[in-house]
């Protein structure tokens, strides 16, 4: 996540940081509808894991639930991980160690107008 942070910063996005899951979730839910454009989520996380707290993202009662780009950061390259991530909710799949390339192709498919 440190180098998605890196790029991201470096190009001008406000970062909203979490710990895990739970904190995932709070921080969406704390935010005003439509601040959050991406969520770079990793599968991988104490308390709650990126998958579960994708789900509670999408059935948030709030606009911008089902629209918000969740993205997930795994080291994981299976195809039935990459499977259950998108049934989860998430739009797309990145495998660690992250490719800057691949991280600037993934945001440029969901760029918003």
């Given at each position: 996540m440190e180098i998605a942070e890196?790029?991201?910063t470096n190009a001008g996005a406000?970062?909203?940081?979490?710990?895990?899951g739970k904190e995932a979730v709070e921080a969406f839910a704390?935010?005003?509808?439509?601040?959050?454009n991406v969520i770079l989520m990793d599968i991988m996380m104490p308390v709650m894991d990126g998958m579960e707290a994708t789900r509670e993202i999408r059935t948030m009662n709030r606009s911008d639930a089902s629209a918000?780009?969740?993205?997930?950061?795994t080291a994981n390259a299976f195809t039935e991980d990459?499977?259950?991530?998108?049934?989860?909710?998430m739009d797309d799949y990145l495998t660690k160690p992250l490719e800057s390339e691949k991280?600037?192709?993934a945001l440029s498919r969901?760029?918003?107008n």
């Open positions: 890196f790029l991201l406000e970062i909203i940081r979490a710990s895990n704390k935010s005003d509808v439509g601040e959050v918000v780009v969740i993205i997930a950061m990459k499977t259950k991530a998108l049934k989860s909710g991280l600037i192709r969901y760029k918003h």
